[in-house]
């Protein structure tokens, strides 16, 4: 459950943020605050994952409040659509930014995100890799050429009974369910692998070599 505090000085549209948070599965809002220095105490006490901060509060800029905040993250909700305070946002570390007045969608898509990116941090492990880095900053890839031979409608089938399964499969899985040969099965899957949309995971039995299983990443 991802525990959230909402931050607004308007007690109708904290209301109103804080019912679109309650219906998203797996979030919770913890507290509610109206000024900066409640949002600090708020903070200081419930422990939240996630801030939602207005910027403009009555004793103290949000971006105040954001300076000080540790261990939590902040998505900015503000009507504050001028470049310098979005870049400050920014440079305090906000995961997004959200201007005032905006959809019901829009918040649900802010926050869906959100969840992916905690998600994917928990699956990395202790230690990340480029391309796991990647993922999370939205890095735009370098698609690895396709070796002669291989169809793109062939290697579409591959990725989309990868996707499909849920799960790891091996190349023989594979081959079982798309009526290809398992030679051919492989390249596309190291095809895939290479394209960064799919991960080989080495299951180890109790003899001999370990067994190529394969992860779709998308």
Not at 150 to 167: K, M
Request: one cysteine or more; aromatic letters at 6%.
């Amino acid at each position: 459950m991802i525990r959230v505090l909402v931050v607004d000085d308007d007690f109708m549209v904290a209301r109103i943020h804080s019912g679109y948070v309650s219906r998203m599965p797996g979030f919770q809002v913890v507290a509610v605050a109206h000024n900066g220095a409640d949002a600090l105490a708020a903070v200081a006490e419930q422990r939240p994952d996630l801030v939602l901060l207005d910027i403009y509060l009555p004793d103290m800029s949000g971006l105040e409040v954001l300076k000080q905040l540790h261990d939590v993250d902040v998505l900015v909700i503000s009507a504050a659509r001028d470049v310098s305070t979005v870049k400050e946002a920014m440079r305090g570390g906000a995961v997004n930014y959200l201007i005032k007045p905006f959809t019901a969608a829009a918040l649900t898509e802010r926050l869906q995100q959100y969840a992916d990116t905690r998600r994917r941090l928990t699956a990395i492990g202790p230690e990340a890799r480029q391309d796991d880095v990647d993922r999370l900053f939205g890095s735009p890839k370098t698609t690895a050429p396709m070796p002669k031979g291989l169809s793109a409608a062939t290697c579409a089938l591959v990725a989309d009974t990868l996707r499909e399964a849920g799960r790891d499969l091996s190349a023989t899985e594979t081959a079982q369910l798309t009526g290809l040969s398992r030679v051919s099965v492989r390249r596309y899957l190291e095809y895939l692998c290479a394209a960064g949309q799919a991960e080989l995971r080495p299951r180890y039995g109790t003899a001999g070599r370990p067994e190529h299983r394969y992860r779709w990443l998308g």
